[in-house]
């Protein structure tokens, strides 16, 4: 269902206006805008990114690993799903991956800023996608599985957006989402990627199951190359010229190599076993 954000009514369609009070989306660059104000100047992120992160993606290790995660993590536990919803879609390599995947599932991606839309539609045409805040989704009870894949680190209200993935899921759905972990692990990158924050596994449990979640399933992640990960983060927070870019940009055979272990610890996580430490966690969670 769409709840109306202007007279809280709640009805069955994002392409009719709202039959209480009339109300619908503005458009943005061609997409429906629910947020219109922030479409270009929304917080947490920069729009000019987007561009070399479409570059980039396809291809690197970590994003490439990460995919392989979140399609493993949705066959094994939901796999039935029929409709998914991610926050926070960027340029749509999460949501392309997960369409490869889940040819027949009906795929809605949303996010704050519309340049990273426009690389999103091209990417996964078969998809949807809207403008919207994550801290006001328009969405009760509408989807089966719900993601937010790095995201809510880039928003101060953390907690409010983790209410709003659980009122989007319908009772018994799911939702996962993946975060920065190890606050020792803090440094320039972080800044220069707007984070708000790095999680401990406390925190970010409790902020899930305060949002009235229940976590079946939590694990780290990055966990085998996470020696490595620390000392480039030393190394780069050093350096006088700092580069935000520095960890895309990396040669084809040292890629081959760091593909090849988060291969191997994609493999450890799909026997259901779980890391204790690592520079991402992934928390799978349902709606009671």
Avoid at 50 to 71: D, P
Wanted: aromatic content about 10%; glycine content about 8%.
């Amino acid at each position: 269902m769409i709840v109306c954000p202007h007279c809280s009514l709640q009805h069955a369609s994002t392409d009719a206006a709202c039959p209480n009070c009339g109300f619908f989306p503005a458009s943005e660059d061609g997409f429906p805008a629910w947020a219109p104000e922030m479409a270009k100047a929304g917080g947490g992120f920069h729009e000019t990114f987007f561009s070399e992160l479409a570059t980039r993606e396809a291809g690197n290790f970590w994003f490439e690993a990460r995919n392989a995660i979140v399609a493993r993590t949705l066959k094994r536990f939901f796999p039935q799903f029929r409709s998914f919803l991610e926050i926070g879609c960027g340029t749509g390599f999460v949501l392309s991956g997960i369409a490869r995947a889940f040819p027949d599932v009906r795929l809605v991606g949303t996010e704050i800023f519309t340049a990273g839309l426009a690389f999103a539609a091209a990417r996964v045409p078969s998809a949807s996608f809207a403008q919207m805040d994550a801290r006001r989704l328009p969405y009760a009870a509408e989807f089966d599985v719900v993601g937010a894949f790095d995201v809510i680190e880039h928003i101060d209200e953390d907690v409010e957006v983790l209410a709003n993935l659980k009122h989007a899921v319908k009772p018994g759905g799911g939702v996962i989402v993946t975060v920065p972990q190890h606050k020792w692990l803090w440094s320039e990158l972080d800044k220069h990627s707007f984070h708000f924050r790095r999680y401990e596994m406390r925190e970010l449990h409790e902020k899930i199951e305060g949002a009235g979640l229940d976590i079946v399933y939590s694990t780290s992640f990055v966990s085998l190359l996470l020696p490595l990960m620390f000392l480039s983060r030393r190394r780069n927070s050093a350096s006088q010229q700092f580069d935000a870019g520095r960890e895309l940009r990396i040669g084809s055979a040292a890629n081959a190599s760091l593909r090849a272990v988060m291969g191997l610890e994609s493999l450890i996580l799909a026997t259901g076993l779980t890391l204790p430490a690592g520079g991402s966690r992934l928390v799978v969670a349902r709606r009671p």
